[in-house]
T-cell receptor, first 114, second 118 residues
Framework: NAGVTQTPKFRILKIGQSMTLQCTQD?????MYWYRQDPGMGLKLIYY???????DKGEVPNGYNVSRSTTEDFPLRLELAAPSQTSVYFC?????????????FGQGTRLTVV | AQKVTQAQTEISVVEKEDVTLDCVYE???????LFWYKQPPSGELVFLIR??????QNEISGRYSWNFQKSTSSFNFTITASQVVDSAVYFC???????????????FGKGTHLIIQP
């Protein structure tokens, strides 16, 4: 059971380059999220989605875009990378129900912008 | 607005000591969930426990225990007889259910870095 899978695990970008962080989940969860983690700052929500075709901004959306064409996939796009986007990015999925509502996280993507 | 405060940035104890990690939260909802996650040095986020706002029973799982007190808006985590493998960053998180239906994710504290020295 794969859970939430993120690719790549590591990436170095030059300022101004673009890239897409991939996220896929096989648990048929409706809710998906992108967080960034900066040292000592906890996790901050970038974007979230409540289902295919529906996305919304979180706390720190500037410089990012997302799409949700299927239940399984929730890619995060960085346009014109900046040093401030150096961070560890986590994708998560979640489903509400009697069995619980915790979020399941991917392994993370460590991104450095130079 | 929802907020989670973990005032302890870093705690260092010697193996076999007991240690408590504090978590204080703010919310206007009466229905919400609280969580603890562990982030070991390898970097992944591991779910430890979930508690809903209507269940104030404390919980024990092996050497781990959690104390939920709505009166003080706290959800503290105690490790008994700590071990080196407990060394990690621990995050407390809150999910409001009434505001946005909980769809807008978890709000995390800044984390407590726990160091267990042999």
């Amino acid at each position: 059971n794969a859970g939430v899978t993120q690719t790549p695990k590591f990436r170095i970008l030059k300022i101004g380059q673009s890239m897409t962080l991939q996220c896929t989940q096989d648990m048929n969860h409706n809710y998906m999220y992108w967080y960034r983690q900066d040292p000592g700052m906890g996790l901050k929500l970038i974007y979230y989605s409540v289902g295919a075709g529906i996305t919304d901004k979180g706390e720190v959306p500037n410089g990012y875009n997302v799409s949700r064409s299927t239940t399984e996939d929730f890619p995060l796009r960085l346009e014109l990378a900046a040093p401030s986007q150096t961070s560890v990015y986590f994708c998560a999925s979640r489903q509400f129900g009697a069995l619980g509502t915790e979020a399941f996280f991917g392994q993370g993507t460590r991104l450095t912008v130079v | 607005a929802q907020k989670v405060t973990q005032a302890q940035t870093e705690i260092s104890v010697v193996e076999k000591e007991d240690v408590t990690l504090d978590c204080v939260y703010e919310t206007r909802d009466t229905t919400y969930y609280l969580f603890w996650y562990k982030q070991p040095p390898s970097g992944e986020l591991v779910f430890l426990i979930r508690r809903n706002s209507f269940d104030e029973q404390n919980e024990i799982s092996g050497r781990y225990s959690w104390n939920f007190q709505k009166s003080t808006s706290s959800f503290n985590f105690t490790i008994t007889a700590s071990q080196v493998v407990d060394s990690a960053v621990y995050f407390c998180a809150l999910s409001e259910i009434e505001s946005g239906g909980g769809a807008d994710g978890l709000t995390f504290g800044k984390g407590t870095h726990l160091i267990i020295q042999p």
